[in-house]
């Protein structure tokens, strides 16, 4: 049962909308199950091939809920980010995105502070429009930042830059945002939602589902390592699997062809035998 987002999938997209509008979209630990439950399940789906992921009303997520007061963050009151299930929360549907096999798209609308921003960062591709209000407000809270984002934010951003955004907790404007690599794009209000689609059917569109899969897990799970000497032999090894495959076959011939692809991949029944490489005890790079 959703009752702080809704879902929609339309032309191979699923939108996930966080949907507490007269509360801003506040964050709760029911709506950091609902998110879980939302990827989890477009991992299974193969008609889903890329998620959108955005705010309904005026706001994106203007942090937790703290309608509590000064409790909302402790062991009693709402138990934002205090006990052990809403922690479980928090840290399930980070690693629901994180490790979901469809790419994602965050479209910001309006406030993002707190978790309602930590939470986009491990999404693909961030975009915001001009009039979102971004923030890493912790310090001025009291409190860390969370949801992963002192591992995700430096991998997006760099460390100094990640170190003054969380440090301070001060207000970004989108622009500062973008020229510090943590959206992609600015666009106004109006466009913004249509910037996303045109995004997501780019990929749904001319990318194999298979392959699309992978190449997100190697560039999220291999860009902070000290060397490229692991990932050479294992997308060499990949790549032989998915070359014996029907899926580049196709895509060749949509080239030589001038058309659109069909790709007969799906992400269910036929990635590679090497994925998932970080838990594969059978699979060696150097092998």
């Excluded at 942090?63 to 840290?91: C, L, N, P, Q």
Aim: hydrophobic fraction near 40%; glycine fraction near 10%.
């Amino acid at each position: 049962m959703t009752e702080h987002s809704k879902t929609e999938i339309a032309d191979g997209i699923m939108t996930l909308t966080l949907n507490r509008p007269e509360k801003l979209n506040a964050y709760t630990a029911q709506m950091g199950d609902e998110i879980s439950y939302a990827f989890e399940q477009a991992d299974l789906n193969d008609d889903v091939r890329v998620i959108v992921l955005t705010g309904a009303g005026r706001g994106f997520c203007a942090g937790a809920d703290i309608s509590a007061g000064a409790d909302s963050f402790g062991d009693s009151g709402a138990k934002v980010f205090g006990g052990s299930e809403t922690r479980k929360a928090s840290k399930h549907f980070i690693d629901a995105i994180y490790s979901c096999t469809k790419p994602s798209i965050s479209a910001i609308n309006g406030a993002a502070v707190g978790v309602g921003l930590t939470m986009t960062l491990p999404t693909d591709i961030r975009i915001a429009s001009d009039n979102a209000k971004l923030g890493f407000i912790f310090t001025r809270r009291g409190l860390v930042p969370e949801a992963g984002s002192a591992w995700f934010l430096p991998r997006l951003v760099g460390l100094p830059q990640a170190l003054e955004w969380s440090l301070t907790g001060a207000m970004i404007s989108p622009d500062e945002a973008k020229s510090g690599g943590l959206v992609n794009e600015v666009t106004k209000p109006e466009d913004l939602l249509t910037r996303a689609y045109e995004i997501a059917r780019s990929i749904a569109n001319n990318s194999a589902p298979v392959a699309t899969a992978i190449a997100r897990q190697l560039l999220w799970r291999f860009a902070g390592e000290s060397s490229h000497h692991e990932l050479l032999g294992l997308d060499a090894e990949i790549n032989e699997q998915l070359g014996a495959g029907p899926d580049v076959k196709e895509g060749v011939q949509a080239f030589l062809e001038k058309r659109a692809p069909q790709f007969p991949g799906k992400v269910s029944s036929d990635l590679p035998a090497a994925y998932p490489w970080w838990s594969n005890t059978e699979f060696s790079p150097d092998s």
